[in-house]
């Protein structure tokens, strides 16, 4: 597609639920990246996935988050048991290349509510 | 592995004033460094990147950037800001490694008063 896709753009749970959020890459971007960014801070780096290559999950912050990467494609963020300070706006980003030299093209993100 | 850290959470500058945002990165080799900037209610947007070569970048709407690797710096800069540059920014690094994910700092929030 044209840009990075992400839906749903809105989602919110009760505690306890599992969630999964999806994301579409740019076509031929063979690098995708998930982010977390909660009220008022930064970036949080949670997983990259590149090529056919292990996934980089240094970044999830506890066994509840699981990402995979189909095909090299779309992706799918799932976090189990939600709980209430997962609420943040998830965002996915591609890229091209094989270093750290990738120009990143966001999404507009999932706003993720946990009550 | 590398890090980011922008000193600054919330900066006001006025109308036409000068601006320079702080970066200062952790990585053991050259790194990859960007500027991204998001606005309210808008995507992350890159405003500018280093890779190699001229260590003075310049990006989009007017600002620069200048890369010192002795201060380990990459220090964001306008001359003269308007309002549409309140925004959220963010510096981020890549490591010159293959294969290697993009960590971004925490953010400097801009206001502009009139």
């Known amino acids: 597609g ?20 999806r994301c579409d890459p740019i076509s031929g971007h ?10 008022g801070q930064g970036l949080e780096f949670l997983i990259y996935f590149q090529g056919n290559s292990a996934p ?38 591609s890229s091209l290349g094989l270093s750290g030299a990738n120009v990143l093209t966001f999404g507009a993100g999932s706003r993720l509510t946990v009550l | 592995a590398q890090s980011v850290t922008q000193p600054d959470i919330h ?19 050259t790194p990859y460094l960007f500027w991204y900037v998001q606005s309210p209610g808008q995507g ?3 405003l500018l990147k280093y890779f190699s070569g001229d260590t003075l970048v310049q990006g989009i709407k007017g600002f620069e950037a200048e890369f010192k690797r002795s201060q380990s710096s990459f220090n964001l800069r306008k001359p003269s800001v308007h309002w ?15 294969a ?10 801009l206001s502009i008063r009139p």
């Open chain 1, 2 to 21: 044209a840009g990075v896709s992400q839906s749903p753009s809105n989602k919110v749970t009760e505690k306890g639920k599992d969630v999964e959020l």
């Open chain 1, 30 to 39: 063979t690098a995708l990246y998930w982010y977390r960014q909660s009220l």
């Open chain 1, 56 to 93: 980089d999950k240094s970044g999830l912050p506890s066994d509840r988050f699981s990402a995979e990467r189909t095909g090299g494609s779309v992706s799918t963020l799932t976090i189990q048991r939600t709980q209430q300070e997962d609420s943040a706006v998830y965002l996915c980003a």
């Open chain 2, 11 to 29: 900066i006001t500058v006025s109308e036409g004033a000068s601006l320079e945002l702080r970066c200062n990165y952790s990585y053991g080799a």
């Open chain 2, 44 to 46: 992350l947007q890159l």
């Open chain 2, 84 to 98: 549409s540059d309140a925004a959220e920014y963010f510096c981020a690094v890549g490591a010159s490694s293959s």
């Open chain 2, 100 to 109: 290697s994910k993009i960590i971004f700092g925490s953010g400097t929030r």
